[in-house]
């Protein structure tokens, strides 16, 4: 069997929240036109990603990558 390596998602967002001990709350947005009158609307979703050394504050710029369940909300890394 030939080993193939799945590329993980990643996004790029900012901590908005590093108050958990070894996690941080992550703000990935995104901005999408509306179907019907063309207008910019910008959404965002919140993400928990592991922060194993605390080095996270808020309003850093992180790439988070996708990992495989660490607790009940995270899955990123």
């Given at each position: 069997?030939s080993e193939t390596k799945i590329a993980?998602?990643?996004?790029?967002?900012?901590?908005?929240?590093?108050?958990?001990?070894?996690?941080?709350?992550?703000r990935v947005d995104r901005q999408i036109?509306?179907?019907?009158?063309?207008?910019?609307?910008?959404?965002?979703?919140?993400?928990?990603?592991?922060?194993?050394?605390?080095v996270c504050n808020i309003g850093d710029?992180?790439?988070?990558?996708?990992?495989?369940?660490?607790?009940?909300?995270?899955?990123?890394?």
């Amino acid at each position: 069997m030939s080993e193939t390596k799945i590329a993980r998602k990643t996004k790029i967002g900012s901590v908005v929240s590093n108050k958990r001990d070894k996690s941080v709350v992550v703000r990935v947005d995104r901005q999408i036109r509306h179907k019907l009158y063309g207008k910019i609307i910008r959404k965002s979703v919140k993400y928990m990603a592991d922060d194993p050394r605390n080095v996270c504050n808020i309003g850093d710029v992180v790439l988070i990558e996708e990992c495989r369940p660490l607790s009940k909300n995270k899955r990123w890394r």
